[in-house]
């Protein structure tokens, strides 16, 4: 069974743009999270998706936006970049229980110049 | 609030030692899921286990085995006779039933692995 898969791996953009990541579930799973990590702030929770609806949110300005596709596939987009949204962007897929095991694709290292 | 501390930020140690990594966690749920994640430098977070609040066996899988124990809300993890390939940042994580929602993992701040040859 294929893994998460998230592309792109590497982004570099400037303050004020806007970017979007994309995230495909392993096959069968239809709940896809959002994690950010950053050095000093380390995983934080963004949201979680399932059947195309956002069930739970992290505490995350409304820059970070994401939705969900009838197939599972995730994106995320965060809007007017800021210099501290630097940091690698990971997803994860579960099943589509309450507290299922999460299973993390390699991630998007995004850096904002 | 919930919690997850892991007061160890690195640990060295040189192949075959053990090594515990400690996890002190905090919720007012009781019902509850912990897991283990390893980061290797390609930064994709390996799933190791998970475990529910009602279950407080212990595990072991080869080389790797984790004690839980509900009194003093810890969730600890050692490795026997480490490798190099041990080498990694490993992470504790919380998962609330019912005040965390859907899905939302509290991470530890992870404890760095470092296994000398």
């Known amino acids: 069974k294929a893994g998460v898969t998230q592309t792109p791996r590497y982004l570099i953009k400037t303050r004020g743009q806007q970017v979007t990541l994309s995230c495909s579930p392993i096959?069968?799973?239809?709940?896809v999270s959002w994690y950010q990590q950053t050095p000093g702030q380390g995983l934080q929770f963004l949201f979680e998706y399932f059947s195309e609806t956002q069930r739970n949110k992290g505490n995350f300005p409304g820059r970070f936006s994401g939705r969900q596709f009838s197939n599972s596939r995730s994106e995320m987009n965060v809007s007017t970049l800021e210099l501290g949204d630097s940091a690698l962007y990971l997803c994860?897929?579960?099943?589509?229980?309450?507290?299922?095991?999460?299973?993390f694709g390699p991630g998007t290292r995004l850096t904002v110049l | 609030a919930q919690k997850v501390t892991q007061a160890q930020t690195e640990i060295s140690v040189v192949e075959k030692e053990d090594v515990t990594l400690d996890c002190v966690y905090e919720?007012?749920?009781?019902?509850?899921?912990l897991f283990w994640y390893k980061q290797p430098p390609s930064g994709e977070l390996v799933f190791l286990i998970r475990?529910?609040?009602?279950?407080?066996q212990n595990e072991i899988s080869g080389r790797y085995s984790w004690n839980f124990q509900k009194s003093t809300s810890s969730f600890n993890f050692t490795i026997t006779a480490s490798q190099v390939v041990d080498s990694a940042v490993y992470f504790c994580?919380?998962?609330?039933?019912?005040?965390?929602?859907?899905?939302?993992?509290?991470f530890g701040a992870g404890t760095r692995l470092a296994v000398h040859p």
């Open positions: 994580a919380l998962s609330e039933m019912f005040s965390g929602g859907y899905n939302k993992l509290i």
């Open positions: 096959s069968g799973h239809r709940s």
């Open positions: 919720t007012r749920d009781t019902t509850y899921y």
């Open positions: 994860a897929s579960s099943a589509a229980g309450l507290s299922d095991t999460q299973y």
């Open positions: 475990r529910n609040s009602f279950d407080e």
